[in-house]
């Protein structure tokens, strides 16, 4: 008996905390409260220094565009150099956006600045920026770090780039050019076994890649 005075007790606590919290809510509701706390959440006016940013950021973007597409070396450099200029006024303003420290590494990297514009990837790939992107954005990030390295490998180890590798295509597995990379550098170090596997993994996303057919013949691929 005791034991079903006490369930009982509960019970009806339980359904008075209940009416009262419906009862709370009914009349914030008639106030307009949940509708107005949400209006403002909605329009809440953006950061001004990322709304800044971003526009530093877009101007970058397009001079990069440009001096890709210019067949000039010297428009090409100058309009690199522009590029940079918006990237790190982009960066000052809202140093957490990825996608900034990307663009200034590919703006030193046309200028030929490679050890500049792998710093500027760490930045991108570090936990203060990372969280900015998607999976497949850091993937193609991973992927363009190990480039970068291995365009530098007296400075970086294989060590360093099959992890960046490894990982890219794990963020992006339907990247072709990732899977042929790793392939490349796992064939390059021995590897062969690890090698195939990545070129075959290449072909299942681009049939008519030539390098990774190339590859798997050398390698005796069966």
């Known amino acids: 008996m005791e034991f ?117 990837l760490d930045a991108a790939l570090s936990p203060l920026a990372a969280g900015s992107l998607a999976e497949d954005e850091r993937g193609d990030a991973l992927l363009k770090r190990a480039e970068l390295k291995i365009a530098m490998s007296e400075r970086r180890g294989v060590d360093s780039v099959l992890a960046d590798l490894t990982e890219s295509v794990k963020l992006s597995p339907r990247n072709a050019k990732a899977w042929c990379m790793l392939g490349e550098t796992y064939e390059g170090n021995k590897m062969g076994e690890e090698a195939k596997k990545a070129y075959k993994e290449a072909l299942e996303l681009e049939p008519q890649l030539n390098v990774a057919q190339e590859a798997l013949s050398r390698l005796g691929s069966s």
């Open 4 to 120: 079903d005075e006490k369930k009982a007790m509960i019970r009806d606590v339980a359904l008075q905390v209940v009416f009262i919290s419906l009862t709370i809510f009914s009349f914030l509701w008639m106030h307009g409260i949940p509708q107005n706390l949400y209006a403002k959440l909605r329009h809440r006016p953006p950061n001004p220094r990322a709304v800044q940013a971003k526009r530093h950021f877009v101007k970058g973007a397009q001079l990069l565009a440009q001096a890709r597409r210019s067949k000039s070396a010297s428009s090409a450099t100058s309009l690199a150099k522009q590029a940079l200029a918006e990237a790190e006024k982009a960066i000052a303003l809202d140093p957490k956006d990825a996608a900034s420290h990307l663009l200034k590494s590919m703006a030193l990297d046309l200028q030929g600045f490679r050890t500049n514009a792998l710093d500027a």
